[in-house]
């Protein structure tokens, strides 16, 4: 059995190559920004902007974020707990900062915690974690299905074999959260923890009504991104354009290494809208790409700032 110093020096490892390669994709991807601005006769050229299409991206990226916050509310109903949209929404995203701490645990780390305040166990808390994994991992994959075949015929895959592997992955996803099966994998982290997890069953079919839940909420995400690259004078078309960024989001994801997907997200997407725009300016999308970090972080720091003063207004109510 390996000692705690053991384990402890693999997440310090994990966490330093996580950290240089997220260092070298954002190195890529700053080098490929200025190439290509170079090549389209300077950063001017690249930047054409219209603030209406921006404002309008802004706004459909903050209903995405308030949807984000409703499906943490749903989770958590069928989980066992009954909790309103304002504090799903302050626990949410007070923990949202976790994402960017490297070690990726610490925005779930958070939400526990938070969520002990009011007044939810951590038992049912962890299993809307796991629960909320799941469906951001399922959602994802659908939303990459009108991707996919345009990627496979880029890299030389069969477009047919490769939608069948995503919706077969969906599949062993969604039968993961199936009560059965999700009392099997509790029963293996039991037995690797030393706990006993006792979750009452929700029903497939209540955790199946999940899924349209987390469609709409990268669907408003996809849409925002489109009318945000518009705003930058790219002519990116609704479909699939709105399929990217979601996309791109899933395979940030799922990068465990590095924080928040950072670097790895950007340069998916970057990959991703050359699939889709082969005639775009050098250099364009990379600037999209980087300026829909800086978007959405804006969005989720406003959502934090918002999430702090509204928890201290209803502890200050409390006391």
Not at 79 to 89: N, R
Not at 91 to 108: D, E, N, R, S, T
Not at 110 to 134: R, V, W
Not at 213 to 241: D, E, K, T
Request: with cysteine.
């Amino acid at each position: 059995m390996k000692s705690g110093k053991e384990i402890h020096l693999k997440k310090i490892l994990f966490n330093i190559i996580g950290l240089l390669l997220t260092a070298a994709a954002l190195y890529y991807l700053g080098n490929s920004f200025l190439s290509g601005a170079a090549e389209a006769g300077g950063f001017s050229n690249l930047l054409l902007f219209d603030p209406l299409l921006f404002c309008v991206s802004f706004i459909l990226m903050v209903l995405h974020l308030l949807a984000a916050a409703w499906s943490w509310m749903l989770v958590c109903s069928v989980a066992g707990a009954k909790i309103s949209f304002g504090q799903a929404f302050n626990v949410h995203f007070l923990a949202q900062v976790g994402k960017y701490i490297p070690g990726k645990v610490w925005g779930a780390v958070g939400k526990i915690g938070l969520s002990k305040k009011i007044g939810m166990s951590s038992t049912i808390t962890g299993h809307a974690l796991i629960l909320e994994t799941l469906f951001i991992v399922a959602g994802c994959l659908l939303m990459s299905l009108p991707i996919i075949p345009l990627a496979a015929n880029r890299i030389g895959l069969g477009a047919t074999l490769s939608v069948i592997i995503v919706v077969a992955s969906v599949a062993v996803v969604l039968f993961a959260a199936h009560p059965r099966a999700f009392r099997k994998l509790l029963k293996i982290a039991g037995s690797i923890t030393g706990r006993d997890f006792n979750i009452e069953d929700p029903g497939f079919a209540n955790i199946l009504k999940l899924l349209p839940v987390y469609i709409l909420v990268f669907l408003l995400q996809g849409v925002a991104f489109v009318f945000l690259a518009r705003s930058f004078g790219m002519h990116l078309p609704f479909y699939p354009g709105a399929f990217l960024l979601p996309t791109a989001v899933g395979i940030g994801f799922l990068a465990v290494f590095s924080p928040g997907g950072l670097g790895i997200r950007e340069v998916s997407l970057v990959w991703l809208i050359g699939i889709i725009m082969t005639s775009a300016e050098p250099g364009q999308a990379s600037l999209i790409s980087i300026a829909a970090r800086l978007w959405i972080t804006l969005g989720e720091a406003l959502a934090f700032l918002v999430a702090v003063i509204w928890w201290g207004a209803r502890k200050k109510e409390n006391a």
